[in-house]
């Protein structure tokens, strides 16, 4: 009625509507529910959450959110917030980069898809993905810690050689001073390398690799290029290769490691994780 008032009287909207004028004005005039003030209020503070993860986050992690923050609200109504407010989390997508050598001798398989870890740096699990640009493709490698997800390693570079795999192995071993690790990955040419195999055995890491053609032998490395794909790639476009190793440590270093909330840790940050676990063993 509010919209029609400048075409039509209010008593003849009210007459053909059979409600009373004066029911109307005192409508108009009453003040919100507090319930629907509440969610206001809380509706802003979820759109700030969900900026601040990039856009990335759903309703469990912004749950998980608000919870840490002290606020007491079902993950119910956060998702009818979300909704009302056109907010959606990130959806995944995989990538694939492996290219096998047919000639190399694969290391053997000391995982056997058994991807856990009682400590940080018993078990790494390795991967590559590519990030298009503008000006072509950039190459990224990484090293994940099953333990805590925590990125240890990685490297990029604007081609697939084996230099790439290990400088993404030795920016782990700096980081983390580990020895006798497992490091898992896929069969790819430069996990095969004799490069990089010499470089495991110089500093007391033990290769392992997946079968062939099987995504599920090395399922935790490829969750992290599918979580790249669709949090940061999916909503960036790069220049050039600068432009997108910038983005790339600004995603690994100061959000990803830091702050991204994972379900398999309880909601927690890979970095909070680690904390957490190191107080519990105080």
């Not at 990224?140 to 990029?156: H, M, N, P, Q």
Request: aromatic content about 8%; overall charge positive.
């Amino acid at each position: 009625m509010t919209a029609h008032q400048a075409e039509y009287p209010v008593t003849a909207m009210c007459r053909v509507l059979e409600v009373s004028a004066s029911g109307f004005y005192a409508w108009r005039s009453r003040q919100p529910s507090q319930r629907v003030q509440r969610d206001k209020v809380l509706g802003a503070h979820i759109r700030k959450i969900h900026a601040g993860s990039h856009g990335t986050y759903g309703r469990p992690r912004i749950h998980a959110e608000l919870t840490d923050e002290g606020i007491r609200v079902s993950a119910k109504r956060v998702g009818r917030l979300m909704r009302e407010n056109r907010l959606t989390g990130a959806s995944r997508r995989a990538v694939v980069t492996t290219i096998r050598d047919k000639e190399a001798e694969p290391a053997p398989d000391l995982v056997q898809r058994k991807f856990t870890a009682t400590a940080p740096d018993q078990l790494w699990v390795a991967d590559m993905t590519y990030v298009p640009t503008w000006s072509g493709f950039l190459f990224l490698a990484i090293v994940l810690d099953v333990f805590s997800r925590r990125i240890v390693g990685w490297a990029t570079a604007s081609c697939m050689r084996k230099e790439l795999v290990i400088a993404a192995l030795d920016m782990a071993i700096f980081q983390r001073n580990a020895r006798n690790v497992i490091h898992h990955s896929d069969q790819g040419t430069q996990y095969t390398s004799a490069a990089f195999t010499n470089r495991c055995k110089a500093v007391g890491i033990k290769p392992s690799m997946g079968r062939v053609g099987d995504c599920y032998d090395n399922a935790m490395a490829e969750s992290f290029n599918a979580t790249l794909e669709c949090e940061l790639l999916e909503k960036r476009r790069f220049r050039n290769q600068h432009e997108a190793a910038l983005a790339i440590f600004e995603f690994i270093e100061g959000w990803y490691n830091r702050k991204r909330r994972h379900s398999a840790l309880g909601y927690l940050s890979p970095a909070a994780f680690e904390r957490r676990a190191a107080a519990t063993t105080l």
